[in-house]
C-alpha cells in the first residue's frame, strides 16, 4: 500500500531486465478483476496486518489456478522469551512487537495460519515453524529493525527517542551480546502452504 515501496520494487524490475512482473496498489480484497489467475500466490508478514486474515485469503482464491498454491509465512511474538543475559535485546525486541500490536497487527497470527487456511477451505499441504537464533558469531539485525521502525515506535507511543538512544543502539547491542555470549531467540516464523482443490 506503500507507493514509494512500489516504486523501488518498479525501478529493481526494469535495472534487472525482469518484463513479466506487474506492480499495483491494492487492498488484498480489492484486487481488480483483470488480473488474470495465478500458479501460485505468495505473502511474507502480510496476514498480520489484516483485520480479518481468513477473509483476506478467501477473497485471494479466484486469482489461484486449479491445484495452485498459496504460502504465507508470518512471524508471531511467542518467540520473544526474555533473556536475562540480554537485557536491552530483549527491550529492543519489545519496541518492535508492542508497536506493531498498538498499530492493530496480530502478533499471534503465525501460529494461527493453520486455522486461517482451513476455514479459508485450503487444503493444507504443510506448516511448519522456525526459530531465528543469533549469536555473537551471527550478528543481529535489531538495530536496523528498530531504526526503520523508529517513526512508528515513537509514534506509538511505545519508546521515546531519548530511551531509544538510536545513534549508539547497535554499539550497545553488539557489546551485549559479545559480553553475555549468549543466543537470542530474535524470531518465531511460521511457514504455511495449501492448495485449492478441483
Same mark, same amino acid.
Not at 511474507?44 to 504460502?71: C, E, I, W
Not at 494461527?112 to 543469533?134: S, W
Given at each position: 500500500?506503500n ?21 499495483i ?35 485471494l ?6 491445484? %495452485?498454491?498459496? !504460502?504465507?509465512?508470518e #512471524?508471531?511474538?511467542?518467540?520473544? =522469551? +526474555?533473556?536475562?543475559? /540480554?537485557?536491552?535485546?530483549t527491550q529492543?525486541?519489545a ?8 498499530? %492493530?497487527?496480530? !502478533?499471534?497470527?503465525? #501460529?494461527n495460519?493453520?486455522?486461517? =487456511? +482451513?476455514?479459508?477451505? /485450503?487444503?493444507i499441504?504443510?506448516v511448519?515453524?522456525?526459530v531465528?537464533?543469533?549469536?555473537p558469531e ?6 536496523w ?5 523508529l ?6 507511543g ?6 531509544i ?23 518465531m ?6 492448495t485449492?482443490?478441483?
Amino acid at each position: 500500500m506503500n507507493e514509494a515501496a512500489l516504486d523501488i520494487a518498479r525501478n529493481a524490475a526494469v535495472e534487472r531486465c525482469i518484463i513479466n512482473a506487474k506492480f499495483i496498489k491494492a487492498e488484498i480484497s480489492g484486487l481488480p478483476q483483470d488480473i488474470g489467475r495465478f500458479d501460485a500466490i505468495i505473502g511474507r508478514r502480510v496476514l498480520m496486518y489484516q483485520p480479518d486474515a481468513t477473509h483476506s485469503v478467501k477473497s485471494l482464491l479466484p486469482y489461484l489456478k486449479t491445484n %495452485g498454491l498459496v !504460502v504465507f509465512q508470518e #512471524s508471531d511474538s511467542m518467540g520473544s =522469551f +526474555k533473556n536475562m543475559d /540480554l537485557p536491552l535485546h530483549t527491550q529492543a525486541q519489545a519496541w518492535i512487537w508492542d508497536t506493531v500490536a498498538k498499530e %492493530g497487527g496480530n !502478533v499471534h497470527i503465525g #501460529s494461527n495460519l493453520y486455522c486461517v =487456511f +482451513k476455514q479459508a477451505g /485450503l487444503t493444507i499441504a504443510q506448516v511448519r515453524a522456525e526459530v531465528v537464533l543469533q549469536t555473537p558469531e551471527t550478528g543481529s539485525d535489531l538495530a536496523w529493525v528498530v531504526k526503520m521502525m523508529l517513526p512508528r515506535i515513537i509514534q506509538s507511543g511505545t519508546a521515546t527517542q531519548k530511551e531509544i538512544a538510536i545513534d549508539l543502539l547497535e554499539e550497545r547491542l553488539n557489546s551485549e551480546r559479545q559480553n553475555a555470549d549468549a543466543v537470542f531467540v530474535r524470531d518465531m516464523t511460521f511457514g504455511i502452504w495449501g492448495t485449492l482443490q478441483a
